[in-house]
């Protein structure tokens, strides 16, 4: 009672580790044993703070498996029930939304709390939340992306929940994707009430604005994105014409990227989550897993838990 518990059920990013179709060095390497590396679902945390309700971060493809994995989230209490008391969206992008169709059975609508242009483009582009209307359905919350306006959640006790804009993309599918908006990506600082503990939790972040230092001040563990270790990595693969920075991921390495960023707070617990299969510092033993240990940076796995 009164801390709260963070629970990875997916710590890879679109995709997931090892891709279905793709051949690189650690998804081989996974696949026949010779990497010092394990398996990641996609992108997608859970969070409480009394164990028995909890909030799902993004809705992963891979939700069904999480939620196998993870006693707390399966129905214990009625017929049809689930420990997921409430679903924030932090963008519309595949990887975190197409599981809301794996969740679709039950006649309770599925709380859902997720910005205006997640919500349009859950309507439009991929209109996800229109199928669902003919299943479940959907009470959808919209989540303010002004920085100061914090919420609360029904059911989920103690937690405060902070959202901000901040600067990725919008999903391919989106009318937006050439033309960002603020709330196609959020963060959020949630604080437990009772020991003012605090987490900032940004899976998809491309650039450090100046409204997100204060954040990271504030926050007692900074979980961000991890996808790449390397502006170019998937140029220098051969398997993207983009850049890192140009699909809304701020890198590891390198000038501003994330090593640089974080040991500006040395106090803090920082996580890296959203790893994309091609990153180096999945292999445990790379050089690059040590720099981030040596910069006190852990990497998220699927089963990591948490409690401030
Ligand atoms: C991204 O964050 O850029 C996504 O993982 C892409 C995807 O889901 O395909
Ligand atoms: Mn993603
Ligand atoms: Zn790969």
């Avoid at 069904?64 to 409430?86: E, H, M, Y």
Wanted: aromatic residues 6%.
């Amino acid at each position: 009672q009164g801390s709260m518990h963070i629970h990875v059920l997916g710590a890879g990013a679109g995709g997931g580790f090892p891709q279905w179709n793709c051949n690189c060095q650690n998804c081989d390497g996974l696949r026949k044993g010779t990497i010092k590396a394990t398996k990641r679902t996609q992108s997608s945390i859970c969070v409480s703070s009394d164990g028995v309700h909890w909030v799902l971060f993004n809705t992963s493809p891979d939700v069904l498996q999480q939620i196998q994995d993870f006693p707390p989230l399966q129905p214990g209490r009625a017929i049809r029930d689930s420990g997921i008391s409430a679903i924030i969206l932090i963008d519309a992008q595949i990887d975190h939304t197409t599981g809301l169709l794996m969740l679709r059975e039950g006649t309770q609508k599925r709380e859902l709390y997720c910005t205006d242009m997640v919500y349009q483009d859950l309507t439009t582009g991929n209109p996800l939340l229109k199928i669902l209307d003919h299943y479940c359905g959907i009470n959808h919350h919209e989540i303010p992306t002004d920085g100061k306006t914090s919420f609360e959640i029904p059911k989920i006790e103690n937690l405060t929940f902070t959202p901000v804009a901040l600067k990725s993309a919008a999903p391919p599918y989106s009318p937006h994707r050439n033309n960002p908006h603020p709330g196609d990506t959020i963060g959020m600082l949630i604080e437990d009430k009772k020991t003012q503990k605090r987490l900032f939790y940004a899976p998809g972040l491309g650039e450090i604005e100046p409204h997100l230092p204060p954040l990271f001040e504030k926050a007692d563990c900074i979980m961000v994105d991890g996808t790449f270790w390397t502006n170019t990595e998937m140029m220098d693969m051969g398997l993207m014409t983009k850049k890192a920075r140009d699909i809304g991921h701020n890198p590891q390495s390198g000038e501003g990227g994330m090593i640089e960023v974080l040991d500006r707070y040395p106090n803090a617990k920082k996580v890296l989550i959203h790893i994309n299969n091609t990153n180096p510092i999945l292999r445990e033993d790379s050089k690059e897993r040590q720099i981030l240990t040596d910069h006190g940076i852990e990497v998220a796995y699927d089963g990591m838990d948490i409690v401030l």
